[in-house]
């Protein structure tokens, strides 16, 4: 059951008795990391929105953030990686299918999917064949499942992340997001109300398929992990379908009190929250719980995670209503319980009560650990490292190879299997932008989304890694014109027992902390999954990020067809001090170029990443710029290359006034982004930065005629080549990849 003995003990204590055999397995999943956090919890406590939650009545299924106009966007990110280790598809359909529930038990609309992978290496070489073969499976399979579930359910995956590293041979990473859309006024709530309101039962059949899932996501992979493939759920997203359309008709009514999804821990978890957050009680016959087969016993129904359930409350007397409603649709709804007021949770089977609790020893008396930290005698080591060993950079080369790393090159591959225009909202998708665009039908406004995260700079250095996590993700919507205004995460990270690993969590999460209090992006909402690691060894910390900026007018959206040659602008703020790293650290030339994992990321200024950001949103509004792209990952020479891939030929000059080196061709800092605008607009350009500080400068020309990619230094071209020749490069690395 993944209980430790002085968790037993722990157990007797409080119910003052021996628990049943259902009670026990409901502490079990319950007091799960995956449920419980029993080591994230107190370093949550850093987001200033969680400490609020914790305090008040507790966490909704997910955040909301109130965007004018009478419109609240919901937004959550949830892991799905063990799952996705031993059934690549099932694991990623349902996971993207729970994130769905997630979102309209809020009562808002799905809008958006996103996604963000990680797995190990596709390419021979880099692993002994097997691994290689084992990931591109996971690969194939993990993006087949969420196109599967997400094309069926109607909701378009518009923008995701991907990364590829050893450490995640074994155990990939498969976190889902979902944002919806909901009326301020019809937010809906988990905290059941009113003794003798109904409890009634939604969607599919209970099966025995995902018994303990959460304690199976709560432990490290090992050789038996494909024995626990009845862990994994299966999904029916026609199923999910009917169920939006049913539950948000159903709250509609009014006669809904209070809903939740069956997630992890399925019956346990809605029945105990849902009591717990309303200081109510309640009284449930699990003979009226529809079921998939006649032999399924009280401990498999309550532990059960089939998919597609939800669990309501309705107005006592109003039932029929919400019950109607689901069977007009087609769906199961069943009355199954009420809510009581004596704070206790008593299930009965047959005639007899095999669970009689009170629901706060589940939800709040899981206990909490912490683990003392050990700080690597590597981080010392990286933080020394210098690039002055490294053997002389030859650009063009280094280039070819950056645009030919899975890591950078093109995702088409995979986003080309998702449906982006379902729902006929996606204003700017997946391919050449920063982020995704998402046109609003209530309003003139438009959401920007995007995820991000790089593991390689928070194992370098997991504070600092935390950081750059959050300020990429919203640069990335403040590239397309929109205001960042909150953020959601998804933290990936080994075991926390080990000193190592916690240190790596807190640490990042200090980072994340300290990037959204600064740039005035709250963390609505998120999700720690730990213990991903199996006999490969762990993962690397993986943060993720994912960032909601809002445009007050789809229409200023920065993103347009360069159709005439263009002025290309660099936007910057003047870089804090160099690390010894030199922006080489923890790079992907460093890795991918040189062979070498070493040095440190350089950290952002939060303040001037902020004021880059209210730039980006007024160059926006004022209509100045055509396409706004971040210097990230690979540096300038990506980024401009990447351009010239997408909108036309190039011909740069690299702003540096002498010593050109490697840094200044592939190094990653922040606080860097490329416009391209019309040359008559570069003044009024320039004033908007100015006020904030930023540096403006021209430093070439775009051309949509020319098939020229040209970087000059002191007028000696340093890269020079044809940008179809870089085209065919970048698309094709993974599609080769995968047809080996």
């Not at 070819?400 to 093109?410: D, G, I, Q, R």
């Amino acid at each position: 059951m993944g209980l430790t003995d002085s968790e037993h003990d722990l157990i007797l204590q409080l119910l003052g008795r021996q628990p049943t055999l259902t009670e026990l397995g409901m502490f079990a999943v319950m007091w799960s990391e995956h449920c419980g956090y029993k080591y994230s919890r107190p370093i949550l406590a850093y987001f200033k929105k969680y400490r609020e939650a914790m305090a008040g009545s507790g966490l909704e299924n997910a955040g909301v953030v109130d965007i004018g106009d009478g419109i609240g966007v919901t937004m959550k990110v949830e892991s799905h990686n063990h799952p996705s280790a031993v059934e690549p598809y099932q694991g990623a359909a349902t996971g993207v299918g729970g994130i769905i529930r997630d979102i309209f038990t809020m009562g808002a609309r799905p809008i958006a999917s996103l996604n963000s992978l990680r797995f190990g290496p596709l390419r021979k070489g880099e692993a002994p064949d097997g691994i290689v073969e084992r990931n591109r499976h996971l690969f194939e399979h993990v993006v087949a499942g969420i196109a599967g579930y997400g094309n069926c359910v109607g909701v378009p995956t518009v923008a995701g992340d991907l990364m590829f590293h050893p450490r995640y041979s074994g155990n990939p990473l498969v976190n889902a997001m979902s944002v919806g859309t909901v009326p301020m006024r019809s937010i809906a709530t988990a905290a059941a109300q009113g003794a003798g309101n109904k409890v009634i039962y939604l969607g599919a059949a209970t099966g025995k398929d995902g018994i303990h899932g959460a304690t199976f996501a709560s432990d490290a992979l090992g050789e038996d992990s494909d024995a626990k493939r009845p862990n994994v759920q299966i999904g029916d997203p026609f199923a999910e379908k009917l169920l939006i359309e049913a539950t948000l008709e159903a709250l509609e009514t009014g006669a809904v009190v209070a809903i939740q999804d069956m997630g992890a821990a399925g019956l346990t978890c809605s029945t105990t929250e849902m009591a717990s957050k309303g200081g109510v009680g309640m009284r449930i016959d699990l003979d009226r719980v529809p079921t998939r087969e006649e032999d399924i016993s009280a401990y498999e129904m309550m532990l059960s995670e089939s998919q597609e359930r939800m669990l309501a409350v309705a107005a006592a007397g109003r039932e029929q209503e919400v019950i109607d409603v689901f069977h007009k649709w087609g769906v199961h709804a069943e009355v199954i319980g009420e809510v009581t007021d004596d704070r206790r949770v008593r299930i009965s089977r047959k005639g007899e009560r095999i669970v009689d609790v009170p629901p706060d020893l589940l939800t709040d008396r899981c206990p909490t650990y912490s683990t003392p930290i050990e700080v690597p005698a590597e981080f010392e080591e990286r933080q020394r490292w210098t690039p002055a060993s490294l053997p002389p950079c030859n650009p063009a080369e280094s280039l070819k190879k950056l645009l030919a790393s899975p890591n950078l090159s093109s995702r088409r591959w995979v986003w080309q299997q998702y449906d982006q225009e379902v729902q006929t909202r996606t204003a700017v998708g997946p391919g050449a932008s920063d982020g995704s665009v998402i046109a609003l039908r209530e309003t003139r406004k438009a959401i920007v989304v995007k995820i991000d995260g790089n593991a390689r700079w928070t194992y370098a250095d997991p504070q600092c890694g935390g950081m750059l996590a959050a300020v990429e993700a919203t640069r990335n919507v403040a590239c397309l014109g929109a205001k960042p205004v909150a953020l959601t995460d998804g933290l990936n990270f080994g075991n926390p027992q080990y000193p190592s690993v916690f240190w790596q969590f807190e640490r990042a999460v200090r980072g994340i902390a300290d990037a959204s209090e600064a740039l005035g992006t709250p963390v609505i909402s998120g999700n720690v999954s730990f213990y991903n690691e199996s006999e490969l060894g762990e993962v690397l910390p993986t943060p993720l990020i994912g960032a909601l900026g809002v445009l007050v007018d789809a229409e200023s959206a920065i993103m347009e067809r360069i159709d005439a040659p263009a002025t290309i602008v660099l936007l910057e703020y003047s870089r804090p001090a160099w690390s010894a790293s030199q922006g080489i650290g923890a790079s992907e030339y460093l890795a991918e170029v040189c062979g070498v994992e070493h040095g440190v990321p350089e950290g952002p200024d939060l303040a001037r990443e902020r004021d880059l950001n209210d730039v980006l949103v007024e160059i926006g509004e004022l209509k100045l710029a055509k396409v706004a792209h971040d210097i990230s990952e690979g540096g300038l020479a990506f980024a401009l290359a990447e351009l010239a891939i997408w909108h036309g030929g190039i011909q740069a000059d690299c702003p540096v006034a002498t010593g050109l080196d490697v840094s200044d061709l592939f190094g990653e800092w922040s606080g860097r982004v490329l416009v391209l605008i019309d040359v008559k607009q570069f003044d009024e350009l320039a004033n908007v930065a100015g006020v904030k500080g930023l540096s403006c400068r021209k430093i070439g020309t775009l051309d949509p005629e020319s098939d020229a990619y040209s970087l000059s230094y002191q007028g000696k071209a340093v890269i020079n080549e044809q940008r179809s020749h870089c085209r065919e490069i970048y698309e094709n690395v993974i599609p080769n990849l995968m047809s080996e």
